[in-house]
């Protein structure tokens, strides 16, 4: 397996602009996270989908955020208008959800900076 | 609210040099405690899930153990290629939905020297 696939993997634009990630879960998993990394807060959930429904959205910062999941083989997270403090390293992760606790498998990252 | 601290923030050793890094919580109702190694420039990589106190598990010259209200992450003989940031989640019941997802840690910075 490819593992979880995310695109772009770097991606710098300038305040105002809108920008979508991409991310292409692991086949077969029904779960799918969406994460921001920085230095201040380390990594925090953004959003997760059970079977592409969104379950928790509580972790979206304001409403420049948005995340769908068209199908179970991929998702967005799009922010609009993006600003500098959304700088940061985004993750998808995708994991089988079931009866029990499960291991989370995370994408390489998208690097984003807003100038 | 859920709580994971992590210690120390960041540790050098020498190779050969065994140390063990902490994870404490504050949850309502541990599902699951998970160890992740996350290396410069890559995503978090599934190490290890705990379940309940008194388990072990290990690989290589990783050991994670639990209790009620820590994890510990052993390293023995350490090697450079060890040197990563390690993470720490514990997964509970969910704010809304009945899923469970995990709270992460801040991570402990380690270096190994040759």
């Known amino acids: 397996d490819a593992g979880v696939i995310q695109s772009p993997r770097h991606e710098v634009t300038e305040m105002g602009q809108e920008v979508t990630l991409r991310c292409k879960p692991i086949?077969?998993?029904?779960?799918l996270f969406w994460y921001r990394q920085t230095m201040m807060r380390g990594l925090e959930l953004l959003i997760y989908?059970?079977?592409?429904?969104?379950?928790?959205d509580s972790g979206m910062p304001e409403d420049r955020f948005s995340a769908k999941m068209p199908n179970a083989s991929f998702s967005t997270l799009k922010i609009q208008p993006s600003e500098p403090r959304d700088s940061a390293v985004y993750f998808c992760?995708?994991?089988?959800?079931?009866?029990?606790?499960?291991?989370?498998?995370f994408g390489p990252g998208t690097r984003l900076t807003v100038t | 609210e859920d709580q994971v601290t992590q210690s120390p923030e960041a540790l050098r050793l020498q190779e050969g040099e065994s140390s063990s890094l902490n994870c404490s919580y504050t949850?309502?109702?541990?599902?699951?405690l998970f160890w992740y190694r996350q290396d410069p420039g890559k995503g978090p990589e599934f190490l290890f899930t705990?379940?309940?106190a008194g388990e072990e598990k290990e690989k290589e010259r990783l050991k994670a153990t639990l209790t009620k209200k820590e994890s510990f992450l052993h390293i023995t003989a350490p090697k450079p290629e060890d040197s990563a940031t390690y993470l720490c989640?514990?997964?509970?019941?969910?704010?809304?939905?009945?899923?469970?997802?995990?709270?992460f840690g801040r991570g402990t910075s380690l270096i190994v020297h040759p």
């Open positions: 992760a995708s994991s089988f959800w079931g009866l029990s606790s499960y291991e989370q498998y």
């Open positions: 086949s077969g998993h029904n779960s």
């Open positions: 989908f059970n079977n592409n429904v969104p379950i928790d």
């Open positions: 949850v309502s109702g541990l599902r699951g």
């Open positions: 705990l379940y309940s």
């Open positions: 989640a514990v997964q509970t019941l969910a704010r809304a939905g009945g899923s469970y997802i995990p709270t």
